[in-house]
């Protein structure tokens, strides 16, 4: 009899350290809806509800949630220090976070309400570095890792910083790991209007089916997506895991025992290919710094639809608008207490851009070169505002100054692209947006405007691919254009 008693013992005692349990108590998630961003125009409307319906579906689900709403820096890093301190060796951990991210340096961020970004070091400061989070997830022994992320938006910072890559970045990410964004690799998906996003919708309708290992789960919300978007928007997912585990508890699915790839979804009628020589981005720039070339003389060409430059000075409920914002009010106090301040007269002229005060934008980059006659930045930026209001012969000159002053500059050259576009001198427009893609294959506005200017000079077939690529990266680059007064 004790001989029994004790073999029934040591089975016990056996199977529980062979077999993953993952009970209710070693599922955590920490989910975040971040809506009220003060430096973009409006709430989101997608987040909150969005991260209310994922954390009541994880709670059924059996993980111990915490749900947040609009964290600043400080919150936000408290939350992930929450949910590191909870896990333990053999833990599920999870990650919803749906708001505003940002690619920086071929790495995805998680971008707080509070964030104060102006410049690519910013968004290290202020953002949570995905790749960081789930490397410190792991470190805490973390079994499985799943990160959820719907922050492919086109966000209020990306032109602060003109080099930027639109959308997320792939995430070199630890073993035991599932990542899905709700949008492909450096692409934007635009706003629906509605109360939810339609990444949740598919994921949350997935969750619910019995009998699915995460994989399956997600890999038929993509397909979801993708077939409800009619293929505008294809979620992007990576895994590493090496065990089973189904979101719903006690699930008995039926994964393979090695990952099979991800089934592949019908292609699209004639799907953009991206040209050959600008798939990958160089590791490192090392091409020689080149002269500016010379300006061609521009064909004539009907005159480009220019931005209201008005709007800013003459309209009293922009006026007002503009004398709210919080970014603003902020930067004219500081402004107010020191003319000269350098910084606060750039940030202000960002702001101003951003919200298309193209004359008061052009005022305050006019006085940061004052004090500065050097400041790349400011002048490259003033290029840039001068060339959406019509002013192209000034535009050139400051972006001629720019690449004087730092050879290769991409955002100038994207810039000084967009002033040859508007001024007919097509040919220079090309060699600057060629320029511009040799160092990032992923910048949106030079694809779109090469394309637009061999469209203008003939090359109509190798144009349209240009367009049609830019189009699948960003699809609201046609919108962006035309503000810029070039259709």
């Known amino acids: 009899m004790k001989i029994r008693l004790v073999l029934l013992l040591t089975l016990i005692f056996a199977a529980a350290f062979i077999a993953p349990s993952f009970a209710a108590g070693d599922r955590?998630?920490?989910?975040?809806?971040?809506?009220?961003?003060?430096?973009?125009?409006?709430?989101?409307?997608?987040?909150?509800?969005?991260?209310?319906?994922?954390?009541?579906?994880?709670?059924?689900?059996?993980?111990?949630?915490?749900?947040?709403?609009?964290?600043?820096?400080?919150?936000?890093?408290?939350?992930?220090?929450?949910?590191?301190?909870?896990?333990?060796?053999?833990?599920?951990?999870?990650i919803f976070f749906s708001g505003f991210g940002v690619q920086s340096n071929r790495q995805s961020y998680m971008l707080p309400v509070d964030a104060q970004i102006w410049t690519e070091p910013d968004v290290r400061r202020d953002g949570f570095s995905l790749e960081t989070v789930l490397g410190e997830i792991n470190s805490r022994g973390a079994g499985v890792k799943i990160a959820l992320i719907d922050a492919s938006r086109r966000n209020p910072f990306e032109r602060r910083f003109r080099s930027f890559s639109a959308g997320l970045a792939p995430v070199i990410a630890p073993n035991g790991t599932l990542v899905m964004y709700s949008a492909a690799l450096s692409s934007v998906i635009s706003d629906n209007g509605s109360d939810h996003s339609l990444f949740v919708q598919e994921l949350l309708k997935e969750i619910r089916v019995p009998d699915l290992m995460a994989e399956e789960t997600l890999n038929k919300t993509r397909v979801g997506v993708t077939r409800a978007s009619r293929q505008e928007q294809v979620p992007w997912i990576s895994s590493s895991l090496a065990e089973d585990f189904s979101f719903i508890p006690g699930s008995g699915g039926s994964r393979p025992s090695t990952p099979g790839p991800v089934a592949a979804l019908p292609p699209p009628n004639n799907p953009p290919q991206l040209p050959p020589a600008n798939t990958l981005p160089p590791p490192t720039i090392t091409e020689t710094p080149r002269n500016p070339p010379a300006v061609e003389t521009p064909s004539p060409l009907p005159p480009e639809k220019s931005a209201d430059t008005n709007t800013d000075k003459n309209n009293p409920s922009t006026q007002l608008a503009l004398a709210d914002d919080p970014t603003i009010k902020s930067l004219t106090a500081k402004l107010t207490a020191n003319p000269d301040d350098a910084s606060a007269l750039y940030r202000r002229g960002q702001v101003y851009a951003s919200k298309g005060a193209y004359n008061l934008a052009i005022k305050d980059f006019d006085d940061t070169i004052r004090l500065n006659a050097k400041d790349v930045e400011a002048l490259n930026n003033r290029c840039w505002a001068r060339a959406v209001v019509g002013d192209l012969p000034s535009a050139l000159k400051d972006c001629n100054e720019a690449l004087r002053l730092r050879p290769n500059f991409v955002d100038a050259l994207d810039s000084r692209g967009l002033v040859n576009l508007k001024s007919g001198a097509t040919k220079n427009a090309i060699t600057d947006f060629d320029a511009a893609l040799k160092i990032n294959p992923r910048l949106t506005s030079s694809l779109y405007g090469r394309g637009l200017a061999k469209q203008r000079s003939g090359a109509t077939s190798e144009g349209n691919l240009d367009v049609a690529n830019a189009k699948a990266m960003d699809p609201n680059i046609i919108q962006e254009f035309e503000s810029y007064g070039v259709r």
């Open 28 to 94: 955590y998630a920490l989910v975040i809806g971040n809506a009220k961003y003060p430096d973009a125009d409006a709430p989101l409307k997608e987040p909150i509800n969005d991260a209310r319906d994922v954390a009541d579906e994880l709670k059924r689900d059996g993980f111990n949630v915490d749900i947040q709403e609009n964290l600043n820096v400080d919150g936000m890093r408290r939350a992930f220090d929450r949910l590191y301190g909870k896990l333990k060796p053999g833990s599920v951990a999870l």
